[in-house]
């Protein structure tokens, strides 16, 4: 089997030359390795030093490979976060699936409320919003990876209560979604609250199940 012995195009500055198979005519060799690091690193760098203070060569930096590693992947800060801020619509949540309207939201305020107290998510999280308010893509990017993200679970919640017969069907999906995610993310993300109240979650899960079923 015909191997070479090629240097990787990217440049971690102690990564030694690796054996490889013959990559196609002109393609580029970019390790998924470094990508993953430099995914990390711009999350960590946004927490520290926020959006307008975050540079290519601090990612470089923390990430611990060379800014032409960064470039070949993306073309600016900008467009590294629109990519990362996106990823995170296809990622979403897990769909709960509990068999109740009130089981199946307690869970997702249980992910969603450790995700967001996250140390990393709930600095970088407020950085990003004030940012969308000056720069339409940003805004575009952080709706789009809420509605496919929390949206998408929540409307699948509403979906299945209503085929069980807890809700009604035909129910006002949007006035839905704002119950079920207005409140944690209120207290959590704008407000900020350190903590929340023992029983929380359980308590908001059935004051939003009562709401719903009322509409």
Avoid: C
């Amino acid at each position: 089997m015909l191997v070479l012995m090629t240097t990787n195009t990217d440049e971690p500055g102690t990564a030694p030359a690796r054996t490889r198979r013959r990559a196609p005519a002109g393609a580029a060799v970019l390790r998924e390795d470094v990508t993953e690091a430099i995914r990390a690193a711009v999350f960590e760098e946004l927490a520290a030093v926020g959006y307008a203070r975050m540079s290519i060569e601090g990612i470089a930096r923390r990430a611990g490979v060379g800014k032409t590693a960064v470039y070949r992947r993306w073309r600016s800060k900008l467009h590294l976060v629109l990519d990362l801020v996106s990823a995170l619509a296809v990622q979403g949540l897990p769909a709960p699936d509990t068999g109740t309207l009130e089981g199946d939201l307690r869970l997702l305020y249980e992910l969603t409320s450790r995700a967001l107290r996250h140390p990393v998510a709930s600095q970088v999280i407020p950085d990003l919003q004030a940012e969308a308010a000056r720069n339409p893509e940003i805004a575009d990017a952080m709706q789009k990876a809420l509605r496919e993200g929390q949206d998408g679970v929540a409307s699948g919640i509403v979906a299945a209560a209503a085929e069980r017969g807890e809700i009604r069907q035909g129910v006002d999906i949007d006035l839905a979604l704002d119950l079920i995610s207005g409140p944690l993310y209120w207290r959590s993300v704008v407000i900020r609250s350190p903590k929340l109240p023992k029983g929380h979650l359980a308590a908001l899960a059935r004051a939003t199940t009562a709401a719903l079923k009322a509409l």
